[in-house]
């Protein structure tokens, strides 16, 4: 009797072993490149939804309005599975959007018009751009069928939120990855600060005033110059 209950046992603890746990134990098979589009899809959603919002309050252009409306639904989507697939592999994602996404939020939040619609259509083509070959090299590199369905699913989303940016015809292809200004929203009080590589040539000038004092401070030593003969050393001398 006791050995026919210990395979029931067994298959009984086996089939009731919470989801979580079966999934921690399933994280081994997450590998790096996975993690990492899992982790920059999220960041996407977490910017895309709200900018998409603004794309249909703050512009008048029928073509701006149905990009950011398509885009606010697809990353609804896909910010659902993203979640999904973290609380299978017990993976922690970002629940913010990082500093630059959110300069660019900022950006959009203070243009109107025309400007809106450009700096609305540059900013989204441009990230949508640099993602493309990361959700690319995912599906062809990845071992896992959750990750590889994911990616062929977020490659046509990409897709096709690339051509209907490029539809509003307002993107400038010969900017779009020119370097601009880049503003950082601060997290602590929201104020947008310089980057701090526009700091640097003040930064230069300072190091090069403080080493020509340094060295002025050197010249008038008394050790310094001429050399200082004691004395006694005078007196060994004559």
Do not use: C
Request: positive net charge.
């Amino acid at each position: 009797m006791k050995r026919l209950l210990v395979p029931f046992v067994l298959t009984l603890f086996l089939v009731s072993f919470p989801a979580g746990a079966r999934a921690a134990q399933s994280n081994s098979r997450l590998s790096a490149r996975d993690a990492d589009l899992l982790v920059k899809v999220r960041l996407a959603n977490l910017w895309e939804m709200p900018a998409g919002q603004m794309a249909g309050e703050r512009s008048a252009s029928v073509k701006v309005q149905e990009a950011g409306r398509t885009m606010m639904n697809d990353h609804t989507l896909l910010n659902v599975e993203v979640e999904r697939l973290a609380g299978l592999y017990g993976l922690q994602l970002p629940s913010a959007p990082n500093d630059m996404q959110k300069s660019w939020l900022t950006e959009m939040a203070q243009a109107s018009g025309a400007q809106f619609d450009s700096v609305f259509a540059m900013r989204l083509r441009a990230a949508h751009g640099l993602i493309f070959p990361v959700v690319a090299n995912a599906r062809v590199t990845t071992t896992d069928p959750e990750i590889r369905k994911f990616a062929t699913t977020a490659n046509t989303i990409v897709m096709k939120h690339m051509t209907l940016l490029e539809n509003t015809g307002v993107v400038d292809f010969a900017a779009l990855y020119a370097p601009t200004p880049l503003m950082v929203m601060s997290d602590s009080d929201g104020r947008d600060i310089v980057v701090a590589v526009a700091m640097a040539p003040l930064v230069a000038v300072a190091a090069v005033f403080v080493l020509w004092l340094a060295a002025g401070r050197n010249r008038r030593r008394p050790g310094s110059g001429r050399p200082q003969w004691s004395a006694t050393a005078a007196g060994q001398g004559s």
